[in-house]
């Protein structure tokens, strides 16, 4: 059973931008925290965003603070990131996240992923 799905990759210049999104099923997306992680070849997955809707709070990484922004749709059950000014270390897979329980930062933390989708920045 299909959880979450991520759209909106694609291959953008420096500079562009691109909106992720991340359809998630009623059960799902009802957990407090989401989060976008992503990967690229070689290096371990890394945190990227989350956001706790209880408390209406959003948390970054410092890589992307100030160019990304992590928002929710309840109405579509999608969570989206927004990204703007990208750069060519942006480039890789990014993966939508539901978290189960402790530190948010830690993609242990979080026990339901999407597929991914691909985000290439040409220089």
């Known amino acids: 059973q299909v959880q979450l799905v991520e759209s909106g990759g694609g291959l953008v210049q420096a500079g562009g931008s691109l909106r992720l999104s991340c359809a998630a099923s009623r059960r799902t997306f009802s957990t407090v925290t989401m989060g976008w992680f992503r990967q690229a070849p070689g290096k371990e997955r890394e945190f990227v965003a989350a956001?706790?809707?209880?408390?209406?709070?959003?948390y970054y990484a410092d890589s992307v603070k100030g160019r990304f922004t992590i928002s929710r749709d309840n109405a579509k059950n999608t969570v989206y990131l927004q990204m703007n000014s990208l750069k060519p270390e942006d480039t890789a897979v990014y993966y939508c996240?539901?978290?189960?329980?402790?530190?948010?930062?830690?993609?242990?933390?979080?026990?339901?992923w999407g597929q991914g989708t691909q985000v290439t920045v040409s220089s």
């Open positions: 956001l706790n809707w209880i408390r209406s709070s959003t």
């Open positions: 996240a539901a978290h189960r329980s402790g530190n948010f930062y830690n993609s242990l933390s979080y026990n339901t």
